[in-house]
Each structure stands twice: as C-alpha cells, then as structure tokens.
C-alpha cells in the first residue's frame, strides 16, 4: 500500500505482459498488477470483488483505486493478511511528509461479494479528496497539496511479502472502471498504461475491467463460483 510503480518500472512490465510466469514470484517486496491513466483526473472508481479468499503468507495483498503523487496519495479497496479467511475494507492516506495511515473501514467482507469503490476530488476545492464506497464517503476530506490537475490514477492489486520473498495469492476482479474529468462527471476509462510483475498477472482485459491474479491459482477451497452484486 504504496504508491504505484514508477514509469520505467511500468514500461519493463508491460514489454514482459505477453508471457507471465511464476518465475521470480516474491522476488521484490512490493509486486503489482493493473492499470495507470495517461493523464491526471480528478477521480477514479471501480467495483472490485475478491475471487478466492487470498492466501498470504507473510505481508499483505490488496485490490484497490486510487490516486498519487511522488510520495502522496489516497486508496480505498480490499486488503488481506497472514491467516484471514475473509477481505476487509481499508482506506490509506499518504499526505507530504508524512507516514502512511491505514484505516478499516470494514471487518469483514466475504470473498464473491462486489462492491463500489472510489476516490474523488471535491467539488470547488481543488487538492482536497474523499474515499467513497457504494456512493457514500468513508472518509473526511483529506487535503493533498500539488495534487489538482497533476495526479494519475492507478486500479491495481498488490502484494507485499515484507522482504521474505514469499508469494502471496489472490484473485481480485475489476469492473466499471470510471474517471471524473471532473466531480460527478463520470467516463468509462480508454486509454491506460498496464503493468504486472513477475508471478502475477491481468486476465481479460477490455476497456473498463480486467482480472488481476497471481499465475498459481489459490487453493480451490478458497475460490468462489460467482459474484454477488452490492453495487
């Protein structure tokens, strides 16, 4: 839960898209798979459902969207730790200078279930932003300076294995994949670079929604036959 990959990181990823492997799973701490817009906006939304209960065995994984900086940003989405059997809802914030802070929003969130999520930033008051989940705010506004106009969008998942060089599994679907150029004025999303790393990668991809998984399949006990909509 950091902010996403940087460009020429990005660039290497998508050169490696047409071939992922398991090869070099866990080999970096932070591991990604998903989307980052072109351009700035102002707001990015997204229905994310977890497929399987994530099988992490040291650090997290997470689904989520969000918006950032060079070392700022705000996210909202799924997260998963060692020994859960379920998702939880969190909220991070980055401000300037500042460390992170993690939020729950929700306990518990069962795999199968998709739900809205979104960052947007206020109406007439340019650099503060809010966290939604199924149109309705979970956050306060949080203000984050140099952020109007400037800032790219990113729906992603991630693992983090702490520098153990384990592979945490997951499989997080995405849908609805919106921008707001401006607060309200939602478009489906059409141009975006893609991304993955070794270990992990994007199934199905079209112009508003992908799979982002790890390429080992977690247990079948833990995969779920279908999504419950609570959009």
């Known amino acids: 839960m950091r902010r996403s990959l940087l460009l020429a990181a990005v660039l290497l990823a998508v050169c490696a898209f047409a071939a992922p492997s398991y090869a070099g799973c866990g080999a970096s701490d932070y591991s990604y798979a998903g989307l980052e817009t072109h351009g700035a906006t102002r707001g990015v939304s997204a229905s994310i459902t977890a497929l399987a209960v994530p099988e992490v065995r040291q650090g997290h994984v997470a689904g989520w969207v969000g918006v950032n900086g060079a070392n700022a940003w705000i996210q909202i989405g799924l997260s998963a730790f060692p020994q859960d059997s379920?998702?939880?809802?969190?909220?991070?914030?980055?401000?300037?200078?500042?460390?992170?802070?993690?939020?729950?929003?929700?306990?518990?969130?069962?795999?199968?279930?998709?739900?809205?999520?979104?960052?947007?930033?206020?109406?007439?008051?340019?650099?503060?932003?809010?966290?939604?989940?199924?149109?309705?705010?979970?956050?306060?506004?949080?203000?984050?300076?140099?952020?109007?106009g400037r800032w790219k969008a990113q729906v992603t998942a991630e693992s983090w294995n702490d520098g153990s060089g384990a592979c945490n599994l997951y499989r997080y679907a995405f849908r609805g994949i919106s921008l707001a150029s401006k607060p309200g004025g939602w478009k489906t999303l059409t141009r975006a670079?893609?991304?993955?790393?070794?270990?992990?990668?994007?199934?199905?991809?079209?112009?508003?929604?992908?799979?982002?998984?790890?390429?080992?399949?977690?247990?079948?006990?833990?995969?779920?036959?279908?999504?419950?909509?609570?959009d």
């Open 86 to 148: 379920t998702n939880h809802v969190y909220l991070e914030v980055a401000r300037p200078g500042h460390d992170p802070v993690y939020r729950l929003v929700r306990a518990t969130l069962p795999s199968g279930q998709s739900h809205r999520f979104a960052v947007l930033e206020l109406a007439q008051r340019p650099n503060w932003w809010r966290a939604w989940l199924d149109g309705k705010p979970v956050s306060a506004a949080v203000f984050l300076p140099g952020s109007h």
């Open 193 to 230: 670079s893609s991304f993955h790393d070794a270990g992990y990668r994007m199934v199905g991809r079209s112009r508003s929604a992908f799979l982002a998984s790890s390429t080992v399949t977690p247990s079948p006990s833990r995969l779920v036959a279908s999504a419950s909509s609570n």
